[in-house]
């Protein structure tokens, strides 16, 4: 089956540092892949997407390219801050279908 | 409404109550998606709704799950009996048209369910 994972959190990082948070997937297929967001106390949010094979998505200074040989789809950003902690998560849906499968949450704490 | 709402925001039940939680899809929205979050986790699918057929319900984790959308816009997710291992936030999301490949779902905020 369809299956989605991350790295563990929490990610502490220091404003304007480098972030990286790994993603890796497994499906039959080509699936679609995206990042969604969640502050706290709010709905998860569409970050960025891509949808075949070397496509990079990109948002509010994030970014992730769809790897196909690497099965993987690593979110970064190259400075970040304050607001952009949250909780990221990455999902995938395949082909035809309707469901998101999600991984587990990246926690992202930055501090000033 | 501008966005997903969801009710109540917090629920406590004692173990063996039913519950009952309330999903306002975006107006005019024709998926409905049901996601159960347990604490630390990624969400989990529920089951699905396309206008008030439910087409996928393979996510309900027992009989004691049911959902319903009788007239294509309002959802309820109704859990009977409840175990402590419901306890999870149930989050609720709609999108505008059929299109599998649509990716603007859009999230409520969800409802905090605790069994006691």
């Known amino acids: 089956g369809n299956s989605v994972t991350q790295m563990e959190g929490p990610v502490t990082l220091s404003e304007e540092a480098f972030l990286t948070i790994n993603c890796t997937y497994t499906?039959?297929?080509?699936?679609?892949l995206f990042w969604y967001v969640q502050y706290p106390g709010e709905g998860l949010q569409l970050l960025l997407k891509?949808?075949?094979?070397?496509d990079k998505g990109s948002n509010k200074g994030f970014e992730a390219t769809y790897r196909k040989e690497t099965t993987s789809f690593h979110l970064e950003k190259g400075s970040v801050q304050v607001s952009d902690s949250a909780v990221y998560f990455c999902?995938?849906?395949?082909?035809?279908?309707?469901?998101?499968?999600f991984g587990g949450g990246t926690r992202l704490m930055v501090k000033p | 409404g501008a966005g997903v709402s969801q009710s109540p925001r917090y629920k406590v039940a004692k173990r063996g109550q039913d519950v009952a939680l309330r999903c306002d899809p975006i107006?005019?929205?024709?998926?409905l998606f049901w996601y159960q979050q347990a604490l630390g986790q990624g969400p989990e699918f529920l089951t699905y709704?396309?206008?008030?057929?439910?087409?996928?319900k393979s996510g309900l984790p027992s009989d004691r799950f049911f959902a319903e959308r009788p007239e294509g816009s309002v959802s309820t997710l109704k859990i009977q009996r409840t175990q402590q291992e419901d306890s999870a936030v149930y989050l609720c999301?709609?999108?505008?048209?059929?299109?599998?490949?649509?990716?603007?779902?859009?999230f409520g905020s969800g409802t905090q369910l605790s069994v006691l």
């Open positions: 999301a709609s999108r505008k048209d059929r299109a599998a490949t649509n990716e603007k779902l859009f």
């Open positions: 499906a039959t297929g080509y699936p679609s």
């Open positions: 891509a949808t075949k094979a070397d």
């Open positions: 999902a995938l849906i395949r082909g035809a279908g309707n469901m998101l499968t």
């Open positions: 107006s005019g929205h024709v998926s």
């Open positions: 709704f396309q206008n008030e057929a439910q087409l996928d």
